[in-house]
């Protein structure tokens, strides 16, 4: 059975840091560009960050570049999201998802979806 399984979620004071991973089983991990998703209350899931399959290249939206770096383990079937400097909008439940062998950060072409974890971020 295929699984995600986020891990590191919490509270955390504005400014501060927090890692989190993610760690898959069932699938070819290695197959597959690895992505974050985020949702916050009331708001659509939106892309945070991206890595290819084999981690050489990777994609962030403006709301992030320069504070989050997103890394993979394909030995260990793991990706994490390293968040830095963060912010009160950051507050969200964050979702790891496997995608296609192709670039996308559209929620609709994953193909499996952890059940998230949740960040909040104090002023």
């Known amino acids: 059975q295929v699984q995600l399984v986020e891990s590191g979620g919490g509270l955390v004071q504005a400014g501060g840091s927090l890692k989190l991973s993610c760690t898959g089983s069932g699938f070819t991990f290695g197959d597959y560009a690895m992505n974050w998703f985020l949702q916050a209350p009331g708001k659509e899931r939106e892309f945070v960050a991206g890595?290819?399959?084999?981690?050489?290249?990777?994609h962030y939206p403006n709301s992030v570049k320069g504070r989050f770096t997103i890394s993979r383990d394909n030995p260990k079937n793991i990706v994490a999201l390293e968040m830095n400097s963060l912010k009160p909008e950051d507050t969200a439940t964050y979702y790891c998802?496997?995608?296609?062998?192709?670039?996308?950060?559209?929620?609709?072409?994953?193909?499996?979806w952890g059940k998230g974890t949740l960040v909040t971020v104090s002023e």
């Open positions: 998802a496997a995608g296609a062998r192709y670039r996308s950060g559209n929620p609709q072409d994953m193909k499996y």
């Open positions: 890595i290819n399959w084999s981690g050489i290249s990777n």
